[in-house]
């Protein structure tokens, strides 16, 4: 994973950064050059409600937030007012029932309707933390149960510090605790992510763009290049200064036992290739610029979208392109009133949004088949926390393009690295 050479310390206070600002400031449609070569392919040439998709390159978060879900872990305010579900759409635009929000019981029959009517042959989802709850794993934001309200046994200034590449610098130990938690191996992928390996298996998954690091995609059988890791992965570690790979297990073994990895390259500290705020996100992220403008049907799921440049991913598919929120609460520019024509939502627990919506479609019988297969092909995969964290890996290999990719580009990083010795020293001068 490339780290940004132009990183710039971000204290708590500096809120804007180079994605939030330049999607306010171009709410145009934009155009990409015909003659932008992407990494894997040429661009689209007309980009319709686009944010610059050039500049959606580094991870921030919006320290509104940071100061919000900050009080809210020290008292039991919800961070993000929860919406309710009760009312009409016509309730949406009335002053009084601004920031209620309902979901219509039409929604997702309507968008259920298009897929069985064959219109919706391109689908993309944008997942988050939330799609993985009902696999045990902790979201960041939920109030109580999120990782953000329970943040005091990782002694950090702010919640986001965890996840901050200068933090981390200077003290591993908080994000090294967290990643105990967080390390691929003792959860399994839940009806959410077979809901989503259907859409693949009925061949209409354009591509799942996911923020979770947990890895529980590629296990439910997602293939490589139809999911994009967008921030990154634990399948593959690298020194956080000079990006030497370094063999994922072994990082995952120090980890564990309480011991620091470091790099034997510069002794530096060695960190999972996941990625921090101020960092950049893997090249895979850049498919989105051919993806989104291709999408027929766009569905989020279980995402705050408080994390750019992923959260305005979902500005850039075309405007008469149907959106789904499927999540507890609307997020985003689902919490607007009046909704965007061709926008619908399903508020509540998303397991069970999802299987309504599989039911609507007539797949459920057709998942809970898959999931019963997955667990007598492979019961020790899905049962074994142990040989489920061999799953990214074949004897410690990486065993997908993808992280042969990221390993060979944190070699190549690695080389330019040295040859701008200087850039990456200031850097990390200023980052300390
Ligand atoms: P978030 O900010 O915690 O938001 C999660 C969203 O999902 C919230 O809006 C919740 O209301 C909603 N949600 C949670 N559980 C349910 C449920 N059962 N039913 C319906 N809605 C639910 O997390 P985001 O993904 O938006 O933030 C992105 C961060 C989270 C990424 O950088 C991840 O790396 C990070 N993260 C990942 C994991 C993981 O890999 N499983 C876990 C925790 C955090």
């Not at 051919?290 to 979208?305: E, N, Q, V, W, Y």
């Not at 959106?323 to 909704?339: M, S, Y």
């Amino acid at each position: 994973m490339n780290r940004s050479r132009s990183c710039v310390v971000r204290p708590p206070i500096a809120r804007v950064t180079r994605s939030a600002k330049s999607q306010a400031a171009h709410p145009k449609p934009t155009e990409i050059q015909d003659s932008e070569e992407g990494l894997y392919g040429k661009h689209k040439k007309i980009q319709m409600d686009s944010t610059p998709a050039a500049d959606l390159c580094h991870m921030s978060v919006e320290t509104q937030d940071i100061f919000i879900t900050s009080k809210a872990s020290d008292s039991s305010g919800d961070p993000l007012p929860a919406c309710q579900t009760s009312g009409s759409k016509a309730d949406r635009g009335s002053p009084s029932s601004r920031g209620v929000k309902s979901s219509s019981p039409h929604d997702l029959l309507s968008v259920a309707r298009l897929v069985k009517l064959g219109r919706c042959k391109n689908v993309v989802v944008v997942a988050g933390a939330g799609i993985s709850t009902a696999s045990g794993i902790p979201d960041f934001r939920t109030p109580g149960t999120g990782l953000y309200s329970n943040l005091e046994k990782y002694n950090v200034p702010y919640p986001e510090a965890i996840f901050n590449i200068d933090y981390f610098s200077d003290n591993p130990q908080p994000f090294f605790s967290l990643a105990k938690v967080l390390y691929p191996g003792s959860h399994r992928p839940n009806y959410i992510h077979y809901f989503i390996r259907m859409l693949h298996h009925k061949g209409l998954l354009l591509r799942m763009y996911t923020q979770n690091i947990d890895g529980l995609e590629k296990l439910c059988g997602i293939p490589d290049d139809k999911l994009v890791e967008a921030h990154g992965s634990f399948a593959t570690a690298s020194c956080h200064l000079c990006y030497t790979p370094y063999p994922a297990e072994e990082a995952r073994y120090a980890i564990m036992h309480d011991r620091v990895p470091t790099c034997s390259f510069c002794a530096a500290t060695v960190k999972p290739d996941v990625v921090f705020f101020g960092e950049d996100l893997p090249r895979k992220y850049f498919l989105h610029r051919k993806d989104f403008p291709k999408a027929d049907l766009l569905i989020i799921m279980g995402t705050s979208l408080k994390i750019e440049p992923f959260a305005s991913l979902i500005n850039s598919v075309r405007s008469t392109v149907p959106r789904l929120l499927l999540n507890r609460n609307a997020v985003g520019p689902f919490e607007r009133i009046p909704l965007r024509r061709g926008d619908h939502m399903e508020l509540g627990d998303l397991a069970d949004s999802v299987r309504k919506f599989a039911e609507l479609l007539g797949w459920d019988g057709e998942i809970q088949e898959l999931m019963g297969s997955q667990e007598v092909e492979s019961p020790m995969l899905l049962s074994s926390p142990s040989s489920q964290s061999r799953l990214p890996f074949q004897n410690g290999v990486p065993s997908d393009h993808e992280s042969c990719e990221e390993t060979s580009r944190a070699a190549s990083s690695r080389v330019s690295s040295s040859n701008e010795e200087t850039d990456s020293e200031t850097d990390s001068k200023s980052s300390a």
